[in-house]
């Protein structure tokens, strides 16, 4: 069964992944206005930063010291959320607009996106459809919340002193998970089809930033 402090730490970690997108994207909307290539640069840099918190976590699995190395990385993580780097003046708006993103969000959405791999991996459960459930509701709950309750109530300001302190509060409550002794059972088959997988993972995405181009167009 998998205990309630680490079904709170997926919540919380994919509530404030998808608050930081959206308040990130309120704080840079004025410097890069709407543009397709606002949208199309956002999507690779978050889908890259997925995908670069999947490989962390895959690595982190075979790592001696994961319960500490991974406390470190949450903790150096959330400093410089929120944040831009002011690198508007970059010769390319895509490139400008890319280290912004990742000045701003990348290290704490990095963190916060490897998290339910990192306690499913801890927990040894041979099925933890229960935090990954707690993971969709997390980030279900900021998409409404974002809207119609902390963006019409709170300046951007305080918004981020808010989501700092809640980040501060996730950093406590994933030490608390500490790994427990159970090795994850192997999975059978290794890592045959992982190209497939890929290619399954990543036409969605690629049909949704398609998509928005053309009805941008």
């Not at 990385?73 to 490139?95: D, M, N, R, T």
């Not at 902390?150 to 989501?163: M, S, T, V």
């Not at 501060?168 to 192997?186: F, M, Q, T, Y």
Request: positive net charge; proline residues 6%.
């Amino acid at each position: 069964m998998i205990p309630a402090r680490h079904r709170a730490a997926a919540f919380l970690a994919s509530f404030l992944a998808f608050q930081l997108e959206l308040s990130t994207a309120k704080l840079l909307l004025p410097r890069y206005g709407g543009g397709a290539y606002v949208w199309t640069t956002a999507v690779a840099v978050f889908q890259g930063l997925v995908l670069a918190a999947a490989l962390y976590a895959v690595w982190l699995r075979r790592t001696r010291f994961r319960y500490p190395v991974h406390l470190a990385v949450a903790a150096a993580c959330g400093a410089s959320a929120l944040a831009p780097s002011g690198a508007a003046g970059a010769a390319h708006p895509a490139a400008a607009l890319a280290l912004d993103l990742l000045a701003a969000a990348g290290p704490a959405f990095f963190a916060l996106s490897s998290v339910t791999a990192v306690l499913d991996d801890w927990l040894g459960e041979p099925d933890a459809r229960g935090l990954y459930a707690a993971s969709n509701l997390g980030a279900l709950c900021a998409l409404l919340a974002f809207p119609l309750l902390l963006e019409p109530a709170l300046p951007l300001e305080l918004q981020g002193r808010l989501w700092r302190g809640l980040y501060a509060g996730w950093v406590v409550l994933v030490a608390s998970c500490r790994p427990g002794e159970r090795e994850r059972p192997s999975v059978p088959g290794g890592s045959d089809g992982a190209f497939g997988w890929a290619l399954a993972a990543a036409a969605p995405s690629a049909a949704l930033v398609a998509a928005t181009n053309a009805l941008g167009l």
